[in-house]
C-alpha cells in the first residue's frame, strides 16, 4: 500500500528538490504576503481569465472575487474554519489592517476540505493556469523557516500528481473535479517573465513596504525597532539574493552545455552567450546584494579576514571581462596601474566582486561613448584607486534623477533605467569591511584608499 500523500510531504519534496531559505517566523510572514499580493496584482491577474484552479493551506489565500468567479478552488483548512487558531492568524489576508480573525468574509465560491494533523498547518500555494503556473511554500521548524518558489515544468507535474492522489485519499468527488480540471488546460507554457522578475519584484516590493506594513509581530522595545526592521530586511535579501543566483547558475550551467555539445546556427550561439552575459552580471549584482546584507546582518566578521593582495593583479586579471560588457553597452575602460605597487590588506574574493560591483554602479546609465578611466596610485601608507567618469556629453550633470533612490540600508532602485543596486551607503560599508576608506564628490568620480600590507 502506498503511504498517504499529506500536504507536508509535498512541502517536504519541494524543499529537497531547491536550495535552503531559512528565516524567522515573522520574516516568512513578511515573505509570504508580499509573495502573495505580487503574485495576484502582477502576474495572475493578466492570466486568470481563461480559468484554472488554485489549492492553498491551512488558510485561505485567493480572495478577490474575480479570481474566485473564474478559478476552481480548494483549501485544506483546521477544523473550526473560518475561526482561527492564534497560532496560523499571522498567515491571515492583510487585505488592510482592520482584518479581523472573527470577521473573515470567506467565499463559497471554492471547497473546504479537512486538514489533517499530519498535512501541518504551514502556508501552501499553487495556482495552475494554461499561461501561468506557480507553487509558493513556507515549512520547517519555529524560526527556521524555509521559502519555496516552483515555476518549472517538472515541479508543476510532480505535485499534480501528489495533489491528485491526496484528492483521492480525502474525497472522490474532489478528486474528479480536480482531474477535469487540469484536463481543460489544454497546454503548460511556461511564464518566463514570472520566472524572471518574481525575486527581484518581490525583493522591491518587501524593502519598500516594511516600513509600514502590519505583519502581527510584536516589537518590546521601541528603540531597537529600526534596528530589527534593518535585520528583518537583511536577512530577506540574503535568502532572496540566493534563490536569484542559483536558476541563473543553473541557466548559465545548461548554456556551457549547449555550446560545447552542440553545432548551431552563428546568430544562436551569439544570442546564447548573451543571455549567459547577462546571467553573469544578474549573478554578480546580487552577490554584492547578499554580501551588504550579510554584513549588516552581522553574520560576517571580515576584518578577521583580510590578508595581503596584489590589486594590480586583480584589477588586470578582471579588466579584459569588464572591457568586454562595457563594450557591448559602447562604453570603454581604461586601466592605469603602475608596476610593482605595494600590496594591500583585503579579502580577494569579496573584493573582486566589490570591485565589479563599482564598475557597473559607476557606468549605470552612461551614454554610448562615455569613458571610465580605472587608476591606482602610491598615496603614503596607503594605495589610492580612483574611478573617473568622462561622459559622452561633458555637460551632463550627475543629478538626482539618475542616481535613484534608496529602498532600505541596502538596496537602490533607479525606475528610469530597471536598475535595482546596492545602495551608496552599503557600499561604503562594504568596502570599509574590507580595508577601504572612501572619498566621492559630485562629479568627480569615486575614489577608495586602501591600507598597505605590512609584509611589504
Known amino acids: 500500500m502506498k503511504n498517504n500523500i499529506t500536504i507536508k510531504s509535498i512541502q517536504d519534496l519541494l524543499v529537497t528538490d531547491s536550495p535552503s531559505m531559512v528565516v524567522d517566523d515573522n520574516t516568512s510572514r513578511r515573505i509570504w504576503w508580499c509573495a502573495l499580493e505580487l503574485i495576484q496584482k502582477e502576474f ?13 493551506s491551512p488558510l485561505p489565500v485567493i480572495y478577490e472575487n474575480k479570481y474566485l468567479n473564474k478559478l476552481n478552488g480548494w483549501l485544506f483548512a483546521p477544523e473550526g474554519f473560518p475561526y482561527f487558531n492564534h497560532d496560523y492568524a499571522g498567515y491571515l489576508p492583510q487585505i488592510n489592517s482592520k482584518v479581523k480573525e472573527e470577521s473573515f468574509d470567506y467565499s463559497p ?12 498547518y504551514e502556508p501552501f500555494l499553487m495556482v495552475i493556469t494554461s499561461d501561468f503556473q506557480c507553487i509558493l511554500s513556507i515549512s520547517g521548524e519555529k524560526n527556521k523557516k524555509i521559502i519555496v518558489m516552483r515555476s518549472d515544468h517538472e515541479s508543476i507535474q510532480k505535485v499534480i500528481k501528489l495533489m491528485d492522489r491526496k484528492f483521492v485519499q480525502e474525497n472522490n468527488n474532489e478528486a474528479q473535479r480536480f482531474r477535469e480540471s487540469i484536463q481543460q488546460i489544454k497546454e503548460f507554457k511556461l511564464n518566463k517573465e514570472f ?3 518574481f525575486w527581484p519584484l518581490l525583493s522591491i516590493r518587501l524593502a519598500t513596504k516594511i516600513p509600514d506594513l502590519n505583519f502581527q509581530t510584536t516589537v518590546t ?9 534593518q535585520i528583518t530586511e537583511a536577512k530577506l535579501l540574503e535568502a532572496i539574493s540566493h534563490e536569484v543566483r542559483t536558476p541563473l547558475a543553473t541557466i548559465r550551467t545548461l548554456i556551457s552545455s549547449t555550446l560545447r555539445n552542440y553545432e548551431m546556427d552563428g546568430t544562436i550561439r551569439n544570442r546564447l552567450i548573451q543571455i549567459d552575459n547577462e546571467c ?6 546580487f552577490g554584492l546584494i547578499f554580501n551588504a546584507s550579510e554584513l549588516l546582518n552581522n553574520e560576517t566578521s571580515t576584518s578577521q579576514q583580510l590578508a595581503s593582495i596584489d590589486l594590480g593583479e586583480i584589477l588586470n586579471k578582471l579588466s579584459p571581462y569588464w572591457i568586454s560588457q562595457l563594450k557591448r553597452r559602447g562604453i570603454s575602460l581604461n586601466i592605469d596601474i603602475p608596476n610593482e605597487l605595494p600590496e594591500i590588506l583585503s579579502n580577494s574574493e569579496k573584493l573582486e566582486l566589490m570591485l565589479g560591483g563599482l564598475i557597473d554602479k559607476n557606468t549605470r546609465g552612461l551614454r554610448e561613448g562615455s569613458t571610465l578611466i580605472l587608476e591606482l596610485r602610491p598615496a603614503g601608507q596607503k594605495i589610492k584607486m580612483q574611478l573617473i567618469v568622462h561622459k559622452k556629453d561633458e555637460n551632463e550633470s550627475l543629478n538626482k534623477q539618475n542616481s535613484g533612490s534608496d529602498i532600505g540600508p541596502v538596496l537602490n532602485w533607479n525606475p528610469q533605467t530597471g536598475s535595482l543596486q546596492i545602495s551608496q551607503s552599503a557600499m561604503h560599508k562594504l568596502l570599509a569591511s574590507l580595508g577601504g576608506h572612501v572619498t566621492q564628490r559630485k562629479n568627480t568620480g569615486l575614489t577608495v584608499f586602501f591600507p598597505i600590507s605590512e609584509k611589504n
Request: no cysteine.
Open 44 to 56: 495572475l491577474s493578466d492570466y486568470y481569465q481563461k480559468g484554472g484552479l488554485w489549492v492553498a
Open 109 to 120: 465560491n471554492y471547497k473546504i476540505l479537512n486538514l489533517n494533523p499530519s498535512d501541518g
Open 221 to 229: 522595545d521601541h528603540n531597537n525597532h529600526s534596528n530589527n526592521l
Open 195 to 197: 520566472l524572471d522578475n
Open 280 to 285: 553573469t552580471e544578474q549573478i554578480d549584482r
